[in-house]
């Protein structure tokens, strides 16, 4: 059955004239909701060095649907705004948007509908779920319902789950459908391991992969060489075109949800 998600076409490799500012879409940066930064000061910070690092917006993701971290969306605007205003305070330029890690699990449907789990952006469109690390299950189901919602599933760190990295024709199978693909910067230079490094640039030379993200959790995973190391190795691996559009475009397209009028956010009280 092909359910091709609505606006996963835009999501390839080529990348427009010119270059444009980095964009994170994953990045576990509000204070005290998660196991990212504990303070508003530690929180700045990471900001600070994301500024540096070229960044200039950050999808803040705190895990949801987590067993043992599950913040709410109230709680992540709120945290958002803190963020945001801290660093306009600072003058660190960099723009903070809501967003959410959200776990696989039965319920995962009844809390997009209720609105009990948040979207990248808050824009309603795109969703960043997370897979236990063990296996890999069955996804058709769950993405014909979102596709019926005008939702867009992406997939964050496959490298990471056992099942995928045995059987990568699921994870294409999935990019088919429309499904987006979200790997970790760190995966692609060997900071998590050669497991994880392996599978994640076999996806980006086969052409599986529509964004990479920090995940970062901390200021170390964050430096100005770090980013350029991550970008010459997609470079190397699929030329710089898809570079751009993994690092650059793509990320912009679900940010610019954000800002549609169509989009179905609830706007932070």
């Known amino acids: 059955m092909d359910w091709r998600q609505p606006g996963s076409e835009r ?6 004239r010119g270059r444009a500012a980095l964009i994170d879409v994953h990045s576990h940066l509000l204070p005290g909701v998660d196991d990212g930064p504990r303070t508003l000061d530690e929180a700045c910070e990471m900001c600070r060095t994301y500024a540096k690092c070229g960044y200039t917006t950050v999808i803040a993701t705190p895990h949801m649907s987590n ?7 109230e709680d992540v605007r709120a945290r958002t705004r803190e963020v945001q205003a801290a660093c306009a305070q600072q003058g660190v330029e960099l723009e903070v948007l809501p967003g959410a890690e959200v776990r696989l699990e039965p319920a ?8 009990r789990v948040l979207s990248l952006g808050d824009s309603g469109r795109y969703l960043l779920i997370e897979l236990p690390r063990q296996m890999m299950p069955r996804l058709d189901y769950l ?6 919602r005008r939702v867009t599933p992406i997939i964050a760190h496959p490298e990471r789950n056992i099942g995928i990295r045995r059987c990568p024709g699921r994870l294409s199978e999935l990019v088919e459908a429309g ?3 979200q790997i970790t910067a760190g995966a692609l230079i060997g900071t998590l391991g050669s497991r994880s490094m ?8 086969q052409g599986l992969v529509h964004l990479v993200a920090t995940d970062a959790h ?24 898809r570079a751009d559009a993994l690092l650059r475009k793509n990320p912009a397209q679900i940010v610019s949800a954000s800002r549609s009028p169509e989009s179905k956010a609830t706007a932070p009280a």
Not at 67 to 73: I, K, M
Not at 143 to 148: H, I, K, P
Not at 198 to 205: D, E, G
Not at 231 to 240: F, H, K, P, V
């Open 67 to 73: 067993p043992a971290f599950d913040v709410s969306p």
């Open 179 to 181: 499904w987006l693909v």
């Open 218 to 241: 901390g200021t170390p995973p964050l430096s100005p060489d770090r980013t350029r190391a991550v970008e010459r190795c997609i470079s190397m691996l699929a030329g710089q075109q």
């Open 198 to 205: 392996k599978a994640a640039r076999f996806f980006v030379k």
């Open 108 to 115: 995962m449907l009844d809390k997009v509908d209720s609105g």
């Open 11 to 16: 999501f390839h490799g080529r990348s427009p």
């Open 143 to 148: 993405g014909a319902q979102l596709a019926e």
